[in-house]
Structure formats: C-alpha cells, structure tokens
C-alpha cells in the first residue's frame, strides 16, 4: 500500500501525534533520497527537513542529495533503492525543471518508498499545480505545472490560506473545475495511504470552485 505526506512547513518540528503517525508508516529505514528544489545549490540544503525526522528519531542508514552534483542515472538509482523519498522545499518552479529535465517523476511513481514533499516538495508530488503571482510564486504570468502526479488532485502548500480565501479561490477555482485542490497552512499535513486521505491541522480543499475545511483525523 502506497503512502504519501504532503506536508506544510513546521515552525519548530513536526508534532508529537504526526510523529507516531510517521514512524508507523517509515519501518523500512535504508536509505533516504531528498529531491532538492534548488538543485544547482549544494550546501545547507535539506538541512531543516532532515533536523525534523532527526526529531522525530527517524533516521537512516544513508543519505542521498539529488541535486545536479549528481548524474542523472545515479539519481534513478538513488530513487530506486531509497526507502524514503522526499521532496524538499524551496523554489516549486525550479524544481519542477529539475524533475523533468532529470525524468524523475516516473521513478517517483513506480517506488513502493514512502513519498514526502514539505511545501515546494508537496506541491509538485500533486498532479497538477497553478503557479501565479498572486498566490506568491515569482511568475509574471500564470500557468499550470504538471507535477509528479502520485495522486489526482493538486496543492496548494504552506500558504496563509485563512486571510486570503477570496483570493485563493478566485485564482483557483478554473482548476478546481477540474480536480480537487487542497490547500494548507503551516504545521499542516496530509497523508494518502491507499485509497484514504488523512488530514492533520487547518486543511481545505476547494472542489468545483466551492472551498471547505476539512475535518482533522490524525
């Protein structure tokens, strides 16, 4: 059974009850490969994202960096063999480019890892995502990414989505005719794990250009 965090951004670590829900779901800890968002940078990357499994006493036999240091077959390598995979967060468009000019995405799909993505991470794990500067993206105009695509629906990350509603939902609502899109705060996740979608914090989700609060089950 496949499982997969979109996760938000923690403002310290990730909390006690999503801790649990975490460890139960990572047994297998071999090997972690961290997809960067800003692969042309090589130095402190992935640092704060790791510091949270390190927390949350998740940690590895080994660490991978996919980053353009790293040959493109290594990096389907990697990702082949990695127990976790995890998108980080950073600049969304940037790694978009990266997992594309890489073909990485398929790899992503096929692996029976556990998927993560922290904000940039989570929006491209999504099938697809808008990228427009009114919602904070450095775009002078807007368009649609295709992302990963491990589930069908899109996301909208680590955004302050409480005192923007009306913005969000007029920029969102043409792709919400289309597929669902969650959107989430800080110190927020949500987990696929087969056909059950789990929520933890302030969630919505904005579905034929109507959005709601989703209810907290984790």
């Not at 968002?37 to 990357?45: F, I, L, Q, R």
């Not at 995502?129 to 807007?142: H, I, N, Q, R, Y």
């Not at 989430?184 to 302030?202: E, H, L, M, P, T």
Request: charged letters at 25%; aromatic letters at 10%; hydrophobic letters at 40%.
């Amino acid at each position: 059974m496949k499982t997969h965090y979109y996760l938000g951004w923690f403002s310290n670590y990730i909390p006690e009850d999503l801790t649990r829900v975490l460890q139960e779901d990572i047994t297998d800890r071999k090997s972690i490969a961290m997809i960067s968002s800003n692969p042309d940078m090589y130095e402190e990357v992935g640092a704060v994202e790791r510091s949270w499994l390190d927390v949350a006493g998740i940690t590895f036999d080994e660490y991978h960096l996919i980053n353009y240091q790293v040959q493109k077959e290594d990096a389907q390598t990697l990702l082949e063999k990695a127990s976790v995979i995890f998108l980080l967060g950073g600049n969304p468009v940037k790694q978009n480019d990266f997992l594309m000019e890489y073909e990485l995405s398929e790899s992503i799909k096929q692996s029976n890892a556990v998927v993560m993505g922290a904000s940039a991470g989570a929006i491209n794990m999504s099938a697809k995502w808008l990228c427009s500067k009114k919602l904070g993206f450095e775009a002078e105009t807007s368009s649609i990414y295709t992302g990963v695509g491990l589930d069908s629906f899109s996301v909208l990350s680590h955004y302050d989505l409480e005192n923007n509603t009306d913005l969000v939902l007029s920029e969102l609502s043409p792709l919400s005719e289309e597929m669902d899109i969650y959107a989430s705060n800080k110190d927020c996740a949500i987990r696929v794990k087969g056909n059950r979608i789990d929520i933890y914090g302030n969630v919505y989700v904005i579905s034929e250009s109507v959005i709601q609060k989703l209810d907290a089950t984790l």
